[in-house]
Each structure stands twice: as C-alpha cells, then as structure tokens.
C-alpha cells in the first residue's frame, strides 16, 4: 500500500497536469476561434471561384482539347494521395483519423492493383505512415501546418508543386484528406479528389441558370481562361482543406484536452479520498496503540 | 433588360472584390474600371455577363464622375453576372495605403531575387520576372496617381 507521502506526491503531480491540460485547452479555444475566422473569412473566394468554374466547365469539358487538369489524363493508374495532418499532438483522434482513412484507401487502391504515392503535410502523418508506407512517401511538406495563421501563399505553393508533377506524369488522380471542421467536437474525416478537377454541378433553379450561363462572354477565351483558373482552383481547394483542418485541429484538441482536465479531476478526487482514509486509519492506530499501552501500565 | 433580384438600386453596379484569405470591398458604384487581359473595360449596371482574365493593374471605382477609390490587384478574374461585378484576386492593396517608396523597395527586391538567384530553372526565372513585372507597375500606378485620391 503507497504511504502517505506518495500519495500526497501523486496528488501534486495530477495536479500540475491538471493546469497544464486546462491551460491547453484555453489555449487551443482561442485558437480555435481565430481558426473558424479564418475558415469563414476564405469561404467566399471558393464559392465565387467554384461557380466560375461550373459555369467555365460546363461548355469545355468535352472538347477534345480540354486542359488535363480537367479532363484527366485518360488513365487511373497512379494515385496520389496528399495526407494532411497536424505538426503536433495531444488532439485526441484528430490525427488518427486521417491517417487510418489514408491506410484504407491506400489498402483500396492497392488491391485494385494501383500505384500509389504519398506527400505528407504536416508531421505527425508522415510519422504515422512512415513505419508502414515509408517507400510510398515521395515528400513531405514541413513548415505548411501548424501556423498561427494559414497563408494563401503555401497553398499555391503545394498546388504549383502538384501541377508540375502532374504534368511530368507522375500521378494520373489526386485526393487530399483531411479532417473537415463540423463543430468544436465533430470532424468529419474526408477524401477529397483534387486531380482531375470535378467541377462543382450547377445547382438550383435550372431554367433560371441556364438563361445566365448561355450568355456569357468570354476574354480572351474559354481555354485560356480555364488554364489560368484551374491551377488556381487547386491552390483554393488545397487553402480550403488546410484551413478547415487548423480549425479541426484546434477544435479536437480542445475537446481532448477537455476530457483530460475532467480525468484529472476525478483523479483527485479519488486520491484525496484514499488520503484521507489512510490518514484517519493511522491515526486510529496510533490511539490504539496509546490506549493499549496506557491500559497496560496500570 | 430586368433587375435581378437582390440588385442594386437601379443605375448602381454592385461590386466585390474578394481574396482568397477574406473580402476586401463590397459595395456599389457608379462605374468599376477593370483591367482586364484585352483593355480595360469600364463596368455599369446592367452590364452583358462576362468572365475575363485581370492582369495586373488598377481598379477604379467612381462615384458619379470622378474615382472615388482606386485598388491595385496582382491579377485574377473578373465575372460580371446579372447581380454585380466580382473581381477575384490574390493580392490587392488599395493606392493609399501604399508608399511610392514602398513600392520602389518591392521592385528593388524583386530585382535582387532574380539577380541572386543562382541558374533559376525557366520557371522559376519566369516567376521571378512576374514578381518584377507587378512591382514595375505598382510603381507606375503610384506614379501616375500620387497615391492620393
């Protein structure tokens, strides 16, 4: 049985993690807040660009020389996954999600016979896949997650870096996941397709659109409009999940680190309890002993 | 032709200007002078609908006859739909809030990027001239406007 002073030890310990993890979890709420700002903040660049898009798309796609971006490149052999995930810890099931959705679907498409690649965003995915799918890594992009604030500019930077290895063939389909934010609790694991573009349908009110759509001009043209939009669109697809995901992540991290504060309570609890037992059980003993004695001298 | 509705006041253009990172104008004029790829075009309610590539440049916002704001933007897209006129762009800043001196030392940077840069591949040296080529006319903006407005 742990003495006295261990317990008390133990005690002051769960303590002191007890401030850590409530400290973390303040931490990560305002965190969390300027992370939904931001999400917000970049929703109506993608919603004007999406819409751009399906009106472009629509009139293009079928064409024969439609972009490769957008038409694909006729095959599906080689997927490329973009596994984005947290630079640090302590997020509860944050990271894991993603990374055993990435293990699925590399178990997928490995056993529909497809070649698969990896680039890793964020450090603690490339940890988790390296022991398993290390060979399948082909880069791992360091310094993009885990910012105070997401910038447009690194976004660009992993889509200028995908459509250069797309258009020297080394992917033929491209999927980023990542974590979409739902609410502080609740992140919904996606796999999002990036390569070739799915262009957004057209929705609501049809004969009202349609009307819209038909008439419109374009300058210079189509095409090279669509050239310029579509590596672009990536780069605000790719924002958009690093963006949701920062938001997910400071959201699991403080529904984590929520728990862990309330564990710590109950802890104490139970410590204190067995403390104070065990001192009330020495002190029935010593007077036992003083009783006992005095008993015995007279 | 018919209000759309949720338009604006009749004989107004509502117009957006939005980055990838927030919304940085939204609001009606009297006429939006684009720089788009072909020429600038000047854009007034009840425009025909167009999707054009913007080249680096200044947008000019007028208020009955005179420009009440001007913004430069590094580029992006411009849709004019039934509703208003959305300019998509990367960066933008609007003209006051930026130096002439300022904007000299971005171009002076921009030079020093490419002349330091060691063997650049061509697509990286044709990143680099795009960055110069900005700046140059951020320096002219300035230049021909004062900053002021």
């Known amino acids: 049985m742990a003495s006295l002073k261990d317990l008390k030890n133990r005690i002051a310990s769960v303590k002191q993690t007890q401030k850590i993890t409530s400290a973390m979890k303040l931490v990560a709420a305002s965190k969390l807040k300027r992370a939904q700002e931001q999400a917000e903040a970049s929703r109506p660049f993608a919603e004007k660009m999406s819409e751009m898009l399906a009106n472009l798309a ?7 020389n439609a972009p490769a971006l957008l038409a694909g490149t006729g095959k599906e052999e080689t997927h490329l996954l973009v596994v984005a995930t947290s630079d640090r810890g302590l997020c509860g099931g944050f990271n894991s999600s993603i990374v055993r959705g990435a ?8 056993n529909q016979g497809k070649a698969v690649k990896i680039i890793c965003i964020g450090r603690k995915g490339r940890d988790m896949l390296r022991r398993e799918h290390g060979k399948l890594i082909i880069e791992f992009i360091d310094g993009v997650a885990g910012q105070k604030r997401m910038a447009f500019a690194d976004a660009q930077m992993v889509a200028e870096n995908l459509v250069e290895r797309y258009e020297a063939g080394e992917f033929d389909v491209c999927t980023i996941v990542y974590n979409k934010f739902k609410s502080a609790v609740t992140q919904i694991m ?26 419109y001009e374009f300058e210079p043209d189509e095409e090279q409009i669509l050239s310029e939009l579509l590596p672009r669109n990536l780069a605000v697809q790719i924002f958009g999940a690093l963006v949701e995901n920062a938001a997910s992540e400071q959201g699991a991290r403080m529904a984590a680190m929520d728990n862990a504060t309330r564990n710590a309570g109950e802890m104490i609890k139970k410590l204190t309890l067995q403390y104070n037992r065990q001192r009330q059980a020495q002190i029935t003993k010593e007077l036992i002993e003083i009783i006992s004695g005095a008993e015995a001298a007279v | 032709m ?3 509705a949720g338009g604006p006041a009749s004989g107004k253009v509502a117009f957006e200007l939005v980055s990838p990172e927030r919304v940085l104008a939204s609001l009606e004029a009297d006429m939006v002078v684009v720089p788009g790829e072909e020429g600038d075009f000047g854009v007034l309610a009840d425009h025909a609908p167009v999707l054009s590539l913007v080249r680096p440049g200044v947008i000019e916002i007028y208020d009955g006859n005179s420009v009440s704001r001007r ?14 006129l959305i300019v998509l762009a990367e960066a933008a800043t609007p003209l006051p809030e930026l130096s002439l001196d300022r904007a000299k030392e971005l171009l002076r940077n921009a ?10 591949s061509e697509s990286e040296r044709e990143k680099l001239e795009r960055v110069i080529e900005v700046a140059k006319l951020r320096v002219e903006a300035l230049e021909t406007h004062g900053g002021a407005v």
């Open chain 2, 111 to 120: 030079e020093d990027d490419l002349e330091d840069a060691r063997e650049p």
């Open chain 1, 190 to 215: 996606t796999v999002q397709q990036l390569v070739p573009v799915e262009p957004p349908e057209i929705e609501a009110a049809p004969d009202e659109k349609a009307g819209e759509t038909a008439i």
């Open chain 1, 58 to 64: 629509a009139g293009v796609r079928d064409l024969p």
């Open chain 2, 2 to 4: 018919a209000e759309a």
């Open chain 1, 103 to 110: 293990r699925r679907r590399i178990a997928d498409l490995q």
């Open chain 2, 71 to 84: 913004i430069f933007i590094e580029g992006g897209f411009a849709e004019v739909n039934p509703k208003g």
